[in-house]
């Protein structure tokens, strides 16, 4: 009978999600050499080949995506017997993904007090707009995440968060362009819907000016005074100005939480609990 190597199991996981051997390397502490050899072997072991290479990268074979199901189940349970037995702590790890204005926002709070009681718990983060994190949940890339939705009222909602008009001063001169420069996330996000639709609403012209899906590039682009930025008000730092004065209102968004397995390893179980117990309060 054939046994799998668990080690190998784990680093195939670590390469699956990465899409990337040298990024792999770097997460789990070995060379790019000794990934790829481990790579051979657990081929060797499946008697199939499961990783397709290039100059880019590598993705799964349809035998690679097979196996990243069942690797998942296992080495989520592999991790809930040790903690079982233990009795005493947690192990194993957890990939969360986050936009980045609530990384900002939430996770330290979060994350100090989740470590206080699990420290043996290994985190791997992923910040990332909602758009971006769905699609690596359902491809199982990470484990849990915090997205954003537009139905504010939806049972699942853990915290409501305003959208703001944030600009260099309360009232900017560049308020008086004909057409008011806008700094955006991409055309899929809820800030860019919510501010497009709003400007349509009241027959005011824009124009996107800046895009980007960095809220640091946003909050930069609104210091230099170049464009009217749109952000969760949670998000704006303190040197920057919510802006109310000839704008149309904007719209409240829910943030919710959502797994990549219908029965999450009890890392990613624990975190997603924390999480609801505390994002609220903050």
């Given at each position: 009978m054939r046994d799998l190597d668990l080690t190998l199991l784990r680093n195939f996981a670590v390469i699956a999600r990465t899409g990337s051997i040298s990024l792999a390397s770097l997460q789990v502490g070995r060379t790019q050499s000794t990934l790829s050899m481990q790579m051979q072997r657990l081929e060797d072991q499946i008697g199939q080949a499961l990783l397709h290479r290039s100059g880019s990268g590598v993705r799964l074979t349809?035998?690679?995506?097979?196996?990243?199901?069942?690797?998942?189940?296992?080495?989520?349970?592999?991790?809930?017997?040790?903690?079982?037995?233990?009795g005493t702590a947690l192990r194993g790890s957890v990939s969360l993904g986050c936009p980045e204005d609530y990384s900002i926002a939430f996770l330290p709070g979060v994350l100090r007090s989740f470590f206080a009681r699990h420290p043996d718990v290994e985190l791997r983060m992923v910040c990332a707009p909602t758009t971006e994190l769905r699609p690596l949940l359902t491809r199982r890339q990470?484990?849990?995440?915090?997205?954003?939705?537009?139905?504010?009222?939806n049972s699942d909602v853990l915290r409501r968060e305003d959208f703001v008009w944030v600009g260099n001063a309360p009232e900017p001169n560049i308020l008086d362009h004909p057409n008011l420069p806008l700094a955006l996330s991409a055309p899929t996000t809820l800030d860019y819907r919510a501010a497009c639709d709003a400007m349509e609403a009241i027959n005011r012209r824009y124009r996107v000016a800046f895009a980007s899906n960095s809220l640091a590039g946003l909050i930069a682009i609104a210091r230099s005074g170049h464009a009217i930025s749109v952000l969760t008000r949670t998000a704006v730092?303190?040197?920057?100005?919510?802006?109310?004065?000839?704008?149309?209102?904007?719209?409240?968004?829910g943030i919710a939480l959502e797994y990549a397995e219908a029965r999450p390893s009890s890392a990613a179980k624990a975190l997603g609990n924390h999480i609801r117990a505390v994002l609220p309060e903050l």
């Open positions: 349809a035998a690679g995506e097979k196996l990243m199901a069942h690797a998942e189940f296992l080495l989520a349970r592999h991790d809930d017997i040790l903690a079982d037995m233990d990470i484990d849990v995440a915090l997205i954003s939705i537009a139905d504010v009222a730092p303190p040197d920057l100005h919510i802006i109310t004065a000839g704008l149309p209102s904007l719209p409240t968004i």
